[in-house]
């Protein structure tokens, strides 16, 4: 059951570039089939300066397989511009 | 145990013969896939072992959330089946992760527990443990008992 929570994680990573995940909640809606193609669209709801906060929805087809919302802990690289990202 | 959590327990069915099963049962599906087996299992309480290896980590070099929320949900899900009868199982609805500091190689362990047994919601928490017992993430669950054969793992 969690690979969903394993796509639907990766997608919000990548939304939300450097950050370390430290919250996830997910809702299982319905089942899906192994041979199923799952469309998992996560978006940005909050990019802060400490907390960055997503959503995601995970679909076969129309049919809504699970949702999630993950909390993530803001770590700076170097060179990024602190000033860029003002809550 | 606490006074609470075992009059709770006794008040449902110990499938000790399911969780013999699954003791010994070699992993397959999913935990074959990912490295996993259960390690321990007795009624209301199911430990799920993984050897976290280079195979479990993302870019950022430390073992992937979603591989520490499947052995959790799977150690929460099995701690529930323990103490339903044979002919039903669970599938999860709901579950929240908080992942406390990270994991990067070495046992971990998730030891799944049941909180509550209700007749249409199933409620049960995990501990994910590093090799030194430090916690790694804790997570709860909301489960739906099922016919069994249907939403399992």
Same mark, same amino acid.
């Given at each position: 059951?969690?690979?969903v ?24 809606i319905?089942?899906f ?6 469309t ?6 909050h ?5 960055v ?12 397989v ?22 | ?32 896939? *990912?490295g @996993?087996?259960?390690?321990?299992? &007795?009624?209301?309480?199911?430990? %799920?072992?993984?050897? +976290? ?13 979603g591989v ?5 949900d ?11 009868e044979?002919?039903t ?7 929240k992760i ?8 070495g046992? *971990?362990? @998730?030891?799944g527990r049941?909180? &509550?047994?209700?007749?249409?919601? %199933?409620?049960?928490? +995990? ?22 054969g249907?939403g399992?793992?």
């Amino acid at each position: 059951m969690s690979r969903v929570a394993d796509v639907a994680e990766r997608a919000m990573v990548a939304q939300a570039g450097t950050a370390k995940i430290f919250d996830l909640k997910l809702n299982y809606i319905s089942s899906f089939e192994p041979d199923e193609d799952l469309t998992v669209t996560a978006s940005v709801v909050h990019a802060g300066h400490r907390t960055v906060v997503t959503e995601c929805r995970v679909e076969a087809g129309a049919r809504l397989v699970a949702t999630a919302s993950a909390t993530f802990a803001v770590t700076r690289e170097e060179g990024i511009n602190e000033g860029s990202n003002a809550d | 145990m606490t006074q609470r959590g075992m009059s709770r327990k006794l008040e449902h069915i110990q499938n000790f013969a399911r969780a013999r099963a699954l003791l010994e049962a070699p992993p397959a599906g999913w935990m074959e896939t *990912l490295g @996993a087996r259960i390690a321990e299992a &007795e009624p209301g309480r199911v430990v %799920l072992e993984l050897i +976290a290896g280079p195979q479990h980590r993302h870019g950022g070099g430390v073992v992937q959330g979603g591989v520490i929320t499947q052995i959790a949900d799977a150690a929460m899900g099995m701690s529930l089946a323990t103490l339903q009868e044979d002919g039903t199982w669970n599938t999860t609805v709901e579950l929240k992760i908080n992942f406390v500091r990270p994991a990067i190689e070495g046992r *971990l362990r @998730a030891v799944g527990r049941v909180i &509550e047994m209700r007749p249409t919601l %199933l409620f049960s928490e +995990a501990d994910v443990l590093d090799d030194r017992d430090r916690l790694v993430a804790r997570a709860s669950s909301t489960c739906m008992p099922v016919p069994e054969g249907q939403g399992r793992e």
